[in-house]
């Protein structure tokens, strides 16, 4: 059977949800303002975030909440951090979207929950950017180097904005302010945490390996791993960040059949073969400890 394409339709797929949380964190405090103002006729901008879901724009502050929580639970990163993390940062973001806040007056306990919510789940995302999504190898590529860059501001910035709520709750004004200081604090903490995640998705600074024409008529191919699909698309991307291209195929003979097949091979070039030996050996003992590769 052919290789299919030197990216398979897989990985365009988890990337672009990768991409797609990023954006809904860009666009969401911009939807919510301007839905409220032109579609439901809303007076003014709302002093936060949190307040929009006693508005008409309550299903799309809930959704993009549901959306970005499911996808955490279903992402997996390299190892039992990554998973933990996003797991932890998905429960949280279930947390603000079903303990709304009060809309006007003295909080409650729900309130409180939402708000603890809130934070927790975007420190952990701060966190996540600045010390998960900035491992590599030993020798990262000039991209993965330029994207833990980026990585470690965005999640700086994260931390600092929202820090800065909290300093303007204890010291300048109440949790009942008039002013909007704590939505463009919550907007710009969005933003770079989408910032974060369309790099990661591949938007900014990918890895671009040397192409070769006609790579699927490639005879010189060397077969690195047979297994699960998602672990066969996790060890090719890990690859692909330190500038090894990687293709996929299933060699099952089964096809698809209406399913994904239970078996993916990932193909390396043969002159990769060293520079991805360790990285592929280190990637076994990781995930398959008990089998003899």
Not at 87 to 92: I, N, P
């Amino acid at each position: 059977m052919a290789i299919k394409t030197d990216h398979t339709e897989q990985v365009y797929s988890y990337l672009a949800l990768r991409k797609a949380v990023g954006w809904i964190g860009i666009l969401l405090p911009f939807v919510l303002v301007v839905g409220h103002l032109v579609i439901f006729d809303g007076e003014s901008v709302l002093t936060n975030m949190s307040v929009y879901y006693h508005t008409g724009m309550r299903d799309v502050f809930v959704g993009a909440l549901c959306a970005i929580a499911l996808f955490l639970f279903f992402y997996r990163g390299y190892d039992r951090w990554d998973n933990v993390a996003a797991d932890l940062a998905g429960l949280c973001a279930l947390g603000v979207a079903f303990f709304p806040t009060v809309e006007d007056g003295p909080w409650d306990w729900i309130a409180w929950v939402h708000f603890s919510s809130a934070a927790c789940f975007l420190v952990i995302l701060a966190l996540i950017s600045i010390f998960l999504f900035t491992r590599s190898e030993k020798h990262p590529t000039e991209m993965k180097k330029k994207r833990n860059l980026v990585y470690r501001v965005c999640g700086i910035v994260m931390l600092a904005a929202l820090s800065s709520i909290e300093i303007f709750f204890l010291f300048f004004d109440s949790i009942n302010s008039d002013s909007r200081f704590v939505l463009i604090a919550e907007t710009v903490t969005l933003i770079v945490f989408g910032i974060s995640w369309l790099t990661k998705g591949g938007t900014l600074y990918p890895d671009k390996p040397v192409k070769k024409e006609n790579m699927e008529k490639e005879e010189k191919l060397v077969r690195v791993f047979a297994g699960p699909e998602p672990t066969a698309l996790l060890l090719l991307e890990m690859l692909e960040e330190t500038g090894v291209k990687g293709l996929i195929k299933n060699d099952s003979g089964l096809g698809y059949i209406g399913s994904v097949p239970q078996v993916m091979d990932l193909y390396i070039l043969e002159e990769d073969l060293e520079k991805a030996t360790p990285l592929i050996n280190e990637f076994r003992e990781k995930h398959y400890p008990e089998k003899d590769t």
